[in-house]
């Protein structure tokens, strides 16, 4: 038996795996590939000539002669007609039939459906929109906030939330734009917004035979721009009744509409533990591990059973609960940038921390690998476990701090912020987490007084260590140095000695003592400090004393330099900055989906310049001031890189 | 050269008017009150504040360190031995004799100290004094430590800041000039020489800066060139300002004269010493050997990937390079001109090698006249002071052009050629995919006795691409679709080179730090001399 296997972002390492005695065939664009046992080329990097080209796919499976076809998590595993085909062609779709995929995959019928099978749907949502101005009139009627989405995506995927007439008018432009580019499909919904939900899904399995079991919940509330970031199994905010009264209702839509295979049921819960049916996913989610986890379940080798035409293997009772899971979403973004805006780039090293106890990490890259603005920035799915949320929490601060992503910017600052933060610690979230804890945008980790002495200790070692190397022509010279390190901007005058591996720094007046095996090629800084264990990185370490480490997830810029090099750099002219309010860049690679301006334009403040689209987001370049347009360096169809001139204003 | 002479006062007069706003600073030696003892205290203690307190200040205005200063950053703490301090002008003319004009060391701080430990003769040009101008005197004191340098066998390092020749002193000042040039070709090849211009340098002085091995700049603060913007004014009509005309921009991208250039004064000084660790000390040093934390060994798996599957796709030859060497540490040369080929220190398992490699993702990292000269300077630099080279090749031919042919690409190109084919030192060569043409036997092919060449599976050694290729052999027959797939698969791949033993094995990219190593170990002892010449005939 072959299986053909559809990747999601680009593929996935782990789950082919799991075909065990099956042979196993990737579907790919024209990238490297060397994990499967056979793999095909179908078609050049953007999706819509590969993964979402049906004929290709086709192709794939006769040449193969595979015999069932997993469609991973995006892409054509939501698509009936790609599942009709498959039919056709006798090759068996590792996925619910037709049917379910088509009745779920409407977002109307499938609440009609819901409420008809009893679940608890939200209030005031409405049909099919035709233009912008039946948006705003749906829009009134409903009430704001409303929400708009594309009828036929899943996840955050065109979701927009409206405030007001306007907004919903510029919702509906970009929702209808995004779901006619993702999904073929330009209709929209808008319904009634719930204010400070939680985002909490449950998965079901269920067979051929009627059969259908709830597998416990996910908590997916952290989410920026409603994609999810960090999730959870368990949730801390259910108890056993609101559980099982949520398994039951996603269980009795699951058999509504005769489902098979593993799904997931997403409802958003309020803050007084009503929940209101979101949409059915009829598919495997990224975050399928957690669920494993605490289960002990095999999802992917449920859903082949299932697909083989065999009954569940359990039953109700059977399903526990087994500690604590957590998985984060490693992006390749900015965190900075709006809680992550795209980046692209060659991953010039890449470690992940497998070697660490209860870590599971799922990735389709490798050290080499090219981030392309064609998928998801998806880099992998960091996975922890633990007997308690505690320890499963304190694994993942280890996992991060281990994980080695060189090349690309990332977004673990980000991750290791939020899985420390008190009111995440303390199970107190929503779908609003990230811009009420960050209303100002995130700025990465703020140092306390210690942190900062073990930062500043660690990067005045990393100096010493060099600076000794360099002399290893006169012999080891031991002796004491006198630096100066530059830390934000602030200054700190620092003593080092050292004893082999050993250095005592003196940072006003306190001693900080560094130690461990580590060296100057290592990429993982393994440092105890005053007797504690910390991971470091050291990103960059130049000539002139600048030093990168990452520290807590988030990484410092540091400059240490001799006491006489510190003295005559006050000497040194300041450079000025180029004024960045009259250039616009792009900041995020893309490509140019629209430029509505022309040279001469007057612009206001905060008009649109252009649009540039990248793994499918469209986001609006607005001008930061109000001014003439004096030159345009871009046009619709154009890819532009992260930094690229798009627009000069006078 | 009359021009050139003409130009030198440029910068001379900016120093001569410096030198009349002092005239107020004056100080007077009553020298028949003090004891031997005190004078000796008194002039070194002049010595050391250079040209006075109130033109120090200025200096540190214009965001630049004093000569002293700077010496002290580039060499290690109490390192510094300090010749000459008591030297003077000898210039009689103009007032010059009076003492308020005479200066204990002159405009020039000269003498040797250690960089990690290591021996280095300095001199450093001190425009706090007479705008640094050069006398006789100032020419002398260079002279002597550049001797030196030659007969002890340490490299040389210059800290220009200089407003040119001495007016005062006519011609002994150009006399001055020319010892130095004499020197610089005397002691090229034999000691590393470097250059750092860190204020003005202009008129005949940015000869000696030509002739030694690597000329830096500071940003924003220096400046080299033949004439200044007001005589290239009335003499050409051109407006142009300083900055353009002959900053640190304009070397390191335009012309290609300077090797690199560095934000301020301090950052340029950390990083020469940086650069200095890759240095022997002279032509009968070996590369140094450094203490190495980074595996020999270590796979490298993303250079399996790097390579696209499509030959005109581009790709960053620095990823490779970076991939291979210690701790991905390496000190490009020229970084911002002729992008198309990429050269540079950098140490594997410890040791000093050169890297040249073709830069596909500019210009298709074709050949044409500045990257030919631009390598073959780095080639040669090698060669001169038992560098090993690797190079990496991807190179499609090159360029052609009337642009190219008018600009001597024949002569230029033959440069890098030349180059290769004479050095002696280890080179090893790895071609990771292109290699066509011409240009496949300039980049250190076997013919030029290349020790070790590597060919990635990824290498096509054709005479040129397919495409090209078929269009002559098929010329006017059908089916050139068909002509053109049988000559890919015949050509590009690597086993046209490899069954000849034109390349002398085939290896997995991921494997090319530690083969490299490996090979770098094996020829540390090689020894290669090229028959006896008086010496020979480069095409300039």
Avoid at chain 1, 283 to 290: A, D, W
Avoid at chain 1, 355 to 377: A, F, H, K, M, T
Avoid at chain 2, 473 to 495: D, L, M, S, T
């Amino acid at each position: 038996c072959a299986g053909l296997w559809g990747g999601s972002f680009a593929f996935d390492l782990q789950l082919p795996k799991r075909f065990q005695q099956f042979s196993c065939v990737f579907s790919f664009p024209q990238v490297h590939v060397k994990v499967a046992d056979e793999a095909v080329c179908v078609g050049p990097a953007p999706t819509s000539k590969s993964y979402l080209n049906m004929d290709a796919i086709m192709n794939a499976i006769k040449q193969t002669g595979a015999q069932a076809v997993h469609p991973g998590y995006g892409f054509l595993s939501e698509n009936k007609e790609f599942a009709k085909r498959l039919a056709a062609e006798g090759v068996t779709f590792i996925g619910p039939d037709t049917h379910a995929i088509q009745a779920m995959g409407d977002k109307i019928e499938s609440k009609l459906i819901a409420k008809a099978a009893k679940v608890n749907t939200i209030p005031g949502f409405d049909g099919v929109v035709k233009d912008a101005e039946e948006a705003v009139k749906i829009a009134g009627e409903i009430g704001y906030p409303v929400m708009i989405k594309a009828s036929a995506g899943g996840g955050g995927k065109g979701m927009r939330i409206a405030w007001n007439d306007e907004e919903t008018r510029e919702g509906f432009r970009f929702s209808s734009q995004e779901a006619l580019s993702s999904f073929g499909d330009d209709r929209l919904l808008i319904e009634k917004f719930i204010d400070n939900p939680r985002h909490i899904e449950i998965q079901v399995l269920a067979d051929k035979h009627g059969d259908a079991l709830w597998l416990n919940e996910r908590e997916c509330s952290i989410q920026r721009r409603n994609q999810k970031v960090v999730e959870e199994a368990p949730s801390t905010f259910l108890d056993p009744d609101t559980r099982r009264a949520m398994g039951e209702q996603a269980v009795s839509l699951a058999n509504a509409v005769k489902y098979s295979s593993a799904g997931t049921v997403e409802f958003l819960v309020d803050s007084k533990k009503n929940f209101y049916f979101l949409e059915m996913n009829t598919r495997l989610q990224v975050e399928h591990p957690i669920t494993e986890c605490i289960t002990g379940l095999d999802l992917v080798q449920q859903m082949i059973r299932i697909a083989k035409g065999y009954k569940l293997q359990h039953k109700q009772s059977d399903i526990p609960i087994n500690g604590w899971a957590v998985e984060s979403r490693v992006y390749a973004e900015d965190p900075y940038k709006s809680f992550g805006l795209p980046s692209i780039g060659r991953l010039s090293q890449y470690q992940e921390p497998l070697d660490l106890p209860n870590v599971r990490v799922d990735s389709g890259i490798q050290e080499g690998s090219d981030i392309s603005i064609y998928y998801d920035p998806m880099i992998s799915k960091l996975v922890t476990y633990g007997k308690t949320r505690e320890e499963a929490l304190k694994k993942m601060e280890d996992a991060l701090d281990n994980y080695v992503i060189r090349g690309v910017t990332h977004n673990i600052p980000l991750l290791r912020e939020i899985i420390v933060h008190p009111r995440f610690v303390s199970g107190d979230i929503s779908t609003k987490f990230l811009p009420e804890v960050y209303p100002d945008g995130f700025k990465g980790h703020m140092l306390t007084a210690g942190e900062r002495r073990e930062l500043l200790a660690t990067a005045a070692a990393l100096y010493v260590a060099a600076q000794l190397r360099s002399q290893k022509f006169l012999g080891d010279l031991s002796r004491q140095w006198e630096l100066c390190v530059e830390l934000d901007k602030g200054v700190h005058m620092l003593g080092v000695s050292r004893s082999g591996n050993n250095y005592t720094v003196e940072i006003d007046g306190e001693k900080v003592e560094v130690s461990g095996e580590w060296n100057l090629a290592s990429a993982l800084l393994p440092i105890t400090i005053n007797g504690k264990h910390r991971t470091l990185q050291c990103l960059l370490r130049t000539a002139a004393g600048e030093i990168s480490l990452q520290y807590l997830g988030t990484s410092f810029k540091l400059r240490v330099l001799s006491n006489l090099a510190a003295s005559l750099s006050k000497h040194m002219p300041e450079k000025v900055p180029e004024d960045t309010s009259s250039i616009l860049r792009s900041p995020m690679p893309g490509s140019v989906v629209a430029v509505s301006v022309k040279p001469g334009d007057n612009v206001a403040e905060g008009q649109e310049i252009c649009v540039i689209e990248a793994m499918k987001m469209q986001n609006s370049m607005t001008a930061a001031k109000t001014a003439k347009v004096k030159s345009v360096h871009c046009k619709a169809g154009d890819t532009v890189g992260e930094g690229d001139l798009l627009v000069e204003l006078e | 050269s009359k021009k050139i002479l003409r130009q030198i006062p440029y910068g001379a007069a900016a120093g001569a008017i410096t030198q009349a706003k002092g005239l107020q600073n004056a100080r007077c030696y009553s020298v028949n009150h003090l004891s031997v003892q005190e004078r000796i205290e008194k002039k070194r203690k002049a010595a050391l504040t250079g040209g006075g307190q109130l033109r120090i200040a200025a200096q540190h205005k214009r965001g630049k360190l004093t000569a002293r200063e700077r010496l002290e950053l580039l060499l290690d703490p109490d390192s510094f031995v300090e010749y000459d301090m008591f030297v003077e002008h000898r210039c009689s003319d103009f007032g010059m004799e009076a003492d308020h004009n005479k200066y204990p060391g002159d405009s020039v701080v000269t003498g040797q100290g250690r960089i990690n430990g290591r021996l280095v003769y300095v001199f450093s040009q001190d425009f706090t004094v007479f705008g640094g101008s050069l006398s006789g005197a100032h020419a002398q004191k260079v002279c002597k430590v550049m001797d030196q340098a030659m007969m002890v066998g340490a490299p040389v390092i210059g800290l220009n800041d200089s407003g040119g020749a001495r007016i005062q002193e006519g011609v002994e000042s150009l006399a001055g000039y020319a010892d130095i040039f004499l020197r610089n070709v005397m002691a090229s090849g034999v000691v590393p020489q470097i250059s750092l211009i860190m204020g003005p340098c202009a008129g005949g002085a940015v000869y000696s800066p030509a002739l030694t091995d690597f000329t830096f700049m500071v940003k924003d603060t220096s400046y080299l060139f033949i004439t200044g913007p007001d005589v290239v004014k009335s003499v050409t009509n051109e407006d142009v300002t300083q900055e353009e005309l002959g900053g640190a921009k304009t070397h390191t991208t335009v012309s290609g004269v300077a090797h690199r250039a560095f934000e301020n004064d301090v950052d340029a000084l950390l990083n020469l010493r940086d650069f200095f660790n890759f240095l022997p000390l002279s032509n009968k040093d070996p590369a140094p050997v450094t203490e190495c934390h980074d595996p020999r060994d270590r796979p490298v798996p993303g250079l399996d990937t790097i390579v696209p599957f499509e030959s005109t796709k581009a790709y960053d030859m620095l990823d490779i390079v970076h991939g291979v060497l210690d701790e991905r540490e390496f000190f490009e040369i020229m970084p911002n001109y002729a992008k198309n080929i990429v050269v540079g220190f950098a140490r594997m398992n410890g040791r000093t090698v050169g890297i040249v490699g073709n830069q596909p993702k500019v210009a298709s990292g074709c050949l044409d006249v500045n990257s030919s000269v631009k390598g073959a300077r780095f080639v040669r630099f090698c060669d001169a002071f038992n560098i090993p080279i690797i190079t990496f090749v991807d190179v499609p031919g090159f360029l052609p052009g009337t642009a190219q042919e008018y600009g001597g690409i024949i002569r230029h190109g033959a440069k890098l050629l030349y180059a290769f084919a004479e050095a002696t030192v280890p080179k090893i060569t790895v071609i990771t995919r292109k290699a066509y043409g011409g240009a496949y036997d300039v980049m250190s092919s076997k013919h030029l006795r290349g020790d070790v060449n590597y060919a990635w599976p990824s290498a096509e050694v054709a005479v040129m691409g397919a495409k090209g290729a078929v269009q002559i052999i098929f010329r006017g027959k059908e089916n050139q679709a068909e002509a053109e797939a049988e000559y890919v698969e015949k050509f590009a791949n690597p086993f046209p080179a490899a069954v000849r033993g034109f390349v002398d094995d085939i290896i997995q990219p991921s494997t090319t730090r530690k083969r490299l190593c490996r090979d770098l170990e094996v020829l540390a002892s090689k020894k290669q001399t090229n028959p006896w010449k008086k010496h020979a005939n480069i095409p300039l």
